[in-house]
């Protein structure tokens, strides 16, 4: 899981980069390559776990799955109409067999209630699990990106410190260099004489 994770979280980061990398034209949109996003995305998507693949699955088969429950009960209920059909020919088992067609009627709708019902509630819980999953993922992503920005923010403290040392080192240098100079001139006045001649 953890390793999943790393892997999001780099591609996350690819997905920075490549905002970061955008044209922006007017500062509040970039503009970026269609097909490095979707590659990307499609990554990501490759490395969310299996529950969330699943999840998402699910919710795309959520309609086909009440269609084919419907289709399955019509069926029945068509089949049953026709077996009841059949039978009323026959004058002494009409009544039995109008009872036992509303019975297998009212038997096949509960069941497919009960299967619509079913596949509602899965949904339902695999769709929470993902959105939480996600919400798990965006959080790690800030606590990574804060982390980053403190990690940056410290480098950059560092290298001013540098910047402001190397500064304050060449100065000393200068002035070193320039009392050098001037001691050297008072020490040999023939030759700051013949110097200052040329």
Same mark, same amino acid.
């Given at each position: 899981?953890?390793?999943?994770?790393?892997?999001?979280?780099?591609?996350?980061?690819?997905?920075?980069?490549?905002?970061?990398?955008?044209?922006?034209?007017?500062?509040?949109?970039?503009?970026?390559?269609?097909?490095?996003?979707?590659?990307?995305?499609?990554?990501?998507?490759?490395?969310?776990?299996?529950?969330?693949?699943?999840?998402?699955?699910?919710?795309?088969?959520? =309609? !086909?799955?009440?269609?084919? &429950?419907?289709?399955? #009960?019509?069926?029945?209920?068509?089949? *049953?109409?026709? /077996? @009841? %059909?059949?039978?009323?020919?026959?004058?002494?088992?009409?009544?039995?067999?109008?009872?036992?067609?509303?019975?297998?009627?009212?038997?096949?709708?509960?069941?497919? =209630? !009960?299967?619509?019902?079913? &596949?509602?509630?899965? #949904?339902?819980?695999?769709?929470?699990? *993902?959105?939480? /999953? @996600? %919400?798990?993922?965006?959080?790690?992503?800030?606590?990574?990106?804060?982390?980053?920005?403190?990690?940056?923010?410290?480098?950059?403290?560092?290298?001013?410190?540098?910047?402001?040392?190397?500064?304050?080192?060449?100065?000393?240098?200068?002035?070193?260099?320039?009392?050098?100079?001037?001691?050297?001139?008072?020490?040999?006045?023939?030759?700051?004489?013949?110097?200052?001649?040329?």
């Amino acid at each position: 899981m953890n390793a999943q994770k790393e892997v999001i979280y780099g591609l996350m980061s690819d997905l920075e980069d490549a905002l970061d990398k955008g044209f922006s034209p007017f500062g509040y949109f970039s503009v970026v390559k269609k097909d490095t996003v979707n590659n990307i995305l499609d990554r990501i998507y490759a490395a969310l776990p299996e529950e969330v693949k699943e999840a998402r699955a699910l919710l795309r088969r959520k =309609d !086909e799955l009440q269609y084919e &429950a419907q289709q399955k #009960a019509e069926k029945i209920v068509a089949d *049953a109409q026709a /077996e @009841a %059909n059949r039978l009323l020919s026959e004058s002494d088992l009409l009544r039995a067999v109008q009872r036992e067609a509303e019975k297998i009627k009212e038997q096949v709708i509960s069941e497919c =209630d !009960e299967i619509k019902r079913k &596949a509602y509630e899965e #949904a339902d819980a695999l769709r929470t699990q *993902a959105a939480d /999953e @996600a %919400n798990h993922i965006k959080e790690g992503a800030s606590v990574y990106a804060e982390q980053l920005f403190a990690s940056l923010e410290q480098n950059l403290a560092q290298m001013q410190e540098i910047v402001k040392n190397c500064q304050v080192s060449l100065e000393r240098n200068r002035m070193e260099n320039v009392d050098s100079a001037s001691n050297y001139a008072n020490q040999q006045p023939e030759y700051a004489q013949d110097f200052r001649m040329q």
